[in-house]
């Protein structure tokens, strides 16, 4: 049994652009023929509260075995402070920049990560670094990437486009009208324009990357990570795991909210199939905010469904998926992506 719930992460006021990451899982673990629960990212501050109801409500327990805060951005970090506090984390996989630098005085959000990091202490919360090879449940869930010293280099980058006054910015649609990506729908896939020169910021690379195998399940969770972060996880799991060919995903979440930055089709092609031969179906999982006009990008909702994927996107809802979990009450079918119109993506 395993079961994925996305929840909605928006900037507090609800009208903001900004998109986050909150999941929760429940999965079996083998050797032990019982469930656990894990947390990979808690949204913004607000957003941690929900997610504790969320486990409380569907998961009936306010014990987390295990929380992963992928990177230190507060769309993505603020709201396991809020987690810890309403539950019983039993460990806390996360970065700490101050082991790996000898000054972060520049390192956005650091504040809110020394608190996360203090408070986990000060509550007996077991404190890691997810990089590659950390393994828990008796290998069911892997940190593909980054390695220690992918991590320290990315680290150095970001530090550095800090100091020098570099951003990674885009043009903000707060206060704009909800999009309706419905009203993009085609009739017909177009050709593909998803490019090969996307590029994120080396603090979203720095994210980390997981993977759960339960059963002959595999699914795969990306964070903010980049092409060339994915692809040494690509590297990771063909090692662990086997090639993709042969032991193709169930489930991937698109990273950075289905930015077009983060993907490519070479990286799709390694990781889904190409499109005249995709692995599997698949199921793909995008968090989005609902009035967030880049996210999730057209470009890439066409690419994954070209290789074999039924595409979803959070957009205000809580989105769930499952295997031989309980049946919820007043929960609707969710309908997939269809092609969407590219003009102007």
């Given at each position: ?83 810890i506090e309403k539950t019983q984390v039993k460990e ?107 590029e994120t910021s080396p603090r979203n690379s720095t ?139």
């Open positions: 049994m395993h079961e994925v719930d996305f929840l909605p992460v928006e900037s507090e006021s609800g009208m903001g652009s900004k998109s986050g990451d909150a999941i929760a899982l429940r999965f079996t673990v083998e050797a032990e023929q019982r469930n656990a629960v894990m947390v990979i990212d808690g949204g913004f501050s607000h957003v941690g509260e929900g997610l504790a109801d969320h486990i409380s409500q569907y998961y009936e327990t306010d014990i987390v075995d295990l929380a992963i805060s992928t990177h230190p951005d507060a769309d993505h970090l603020n709201g396991l402070t809020t987690l806390l996989l996360i970065h700490q920049p101050r082991l790996h630098t000898y000054d972060v005085s520049d390192f956005s959000n650091l504040e809110a990560l020394d608190s996360l990091i203090s408070l986990a202490k000060s509550r007996g919360v077991k404190i890691t670094e997810p990089f590659t090879g950390v393994t828990r449940f008796g290998g069911q869930i892997s940190i593909l990437g980054p390695t220690v010293e992918y991590y320290e280099d990315l680290l150095g980058q970001h530090l550095a486009e800090v100091r020098g006054g570099l951003s990674h910015t885009s043009k903000s649609s707060f206060g704009s009208t909800v999009r309706d990506l419905l009203s993009r729908t085609l009739s017909y896939l177009p050709i593909e324009t998803l490019g090969e020169d996307g994210s980390a990357i997981t993977l759960l195998r339960e059963g002959s399940e595999r699914l795969l969770f990306t964070g903010d990570s980049g092409i060339r972060a994915l692809g040494k996880a690509c590297d990771e799991y063909e090692r662990i795991v086997g090639e993709f060919s042969a032991a193709p995903l169930n489930f991937f979440q698109a990273p950075h909210h289905g930015s077009r930055r983060n993907l490519s089709p070479s990286i799709l092609d390694r990781i889904l199939g190409t499109r005249s031969a995709p692995y599997a179906n698949v199921t793909s999982f995008i968090s989005s905010a609902k009035v967030s006009e880049k996210h999730p990008s057209p470009k890439v909702v066409n690419a994954l469904s070209r290789r074999g994927c039924e595409v979803f996107a959070t957009e205000g809802r809580t989105i769930h998926h499952g295997r031989g979990a309980p049946v919820r009450m007043n929960w609707t079918t969710l309908t997939p992506f269809g092609p969407l119109s590219e003009e102007d993506a």
